[in-house]
């Protein structure tokens, strides 16, 4: 799940303002455990969830892209980033919350590489820890790939992201920003991103396993169904 090395420099330029997000992260640690203080994010890329956050918790964030985090560590000097795979992290404290956002997990191809991010996240929690993420269902994905290639200006530069089907469940996200270097010059980045989804039914029963209360929300309708595109989960209390 590397990645991003290309795109980092591009990154929060073309994702805009994480505020809303971020309200809502902050939202869910408020609703399942308002005396939380602590959070770790896994895949925090650029920092920008924890920058928010910062000024009401003690951040620490985690990342395998260098390049994300070079990033991150301007926004957040002082803070702990730790440069490791969220599926092996083992930083040897807990935290009142654990938080993987911006469909993260859904760069993990394996079913067990997100049961090893579930019991990392359990194993850095408090007794009373929540730990919020976020997924792109299997809906939401085929969606994508079915749609034409979006084209987005930003900055003076150029943006074209083709989502296509690559196969057995898995989406292939090619990446390529046309970088504006001298009038009508321009220098070629290019990323492929990986994503795949999995039934929320399978999520939600190994979810049961590990923690003691499992909530699926989606903020655009008042529950879940089958045409949700974009899931949060908030599971509170580590078994």
Not at 75 to 92: C, F, N, S, Y
Not at 143 to 153: K, S
Not at 224 to 237: D, F
Request: charged fraction near 30%.
């Amino acid at each position: 799940m590397a990645g991003y090395a290309s795109f980092a420099a591009f990154y929060d330029a073309v994702q805009g303002d994480r505020a809303g997000d971020a309200d809502y992260a902050r939202s869910l640690l408020e609703r399942y455990h308002p005396d939380a203080r602590s959070v770790l994010e896994l895949a925090c890329g650029t920092g920008s969830i924890l920058a928010l956050l910062q000024p009401d918790y003690e951040v620490a964030g985690v990342d395998l892209s260098e390049e994300m985090l070079e990033v991150a560590r301007a926004k957040l000097p002082g803070v702990e980033l730790v440069h490791a795979d969220m599926t092996e992290i083992r930083l040897g404290r807990r935290f009142d919350a654990v938080l993987c956002l911006y469909d993260s997990i859904n760069h993990l191809l394996r079913y067990a590489q997100w049961e090893a991010v579930f019991d990392r996240a359990r194993e850095h929690l408090t007794e009373d820890g929540v730990f919020v993420f976020d997924v792109n269902t299997e809906a939401r994905l085929a969606e994508l790939a079915a749609a034409p290639p979006a084209v987005e200006w930003f900055d003076g530069n150029l943006l074209v992201l083709d989502v296509s089907d690559a196969g057995r469940g898995v989406v292939d996200w090619k990446l390529r920003v046309f970088e504006q270097v001298d009038g009508s010059e321009y220098r070629l980045h290019e990323e492929t991103i990986l994503e795949t989804g999995f039934a929320a039914d399978r999520i939600h029963a190994s979810l049961e396993e590990r923690f003691k209360t499992v909530r699926v929300l989606d903020r655009s309708r008042s529950r879940p169904t089958a045409r949700s595109g974009r899931l949060w989960l908030a599971c509170r209390g580590p078994r």
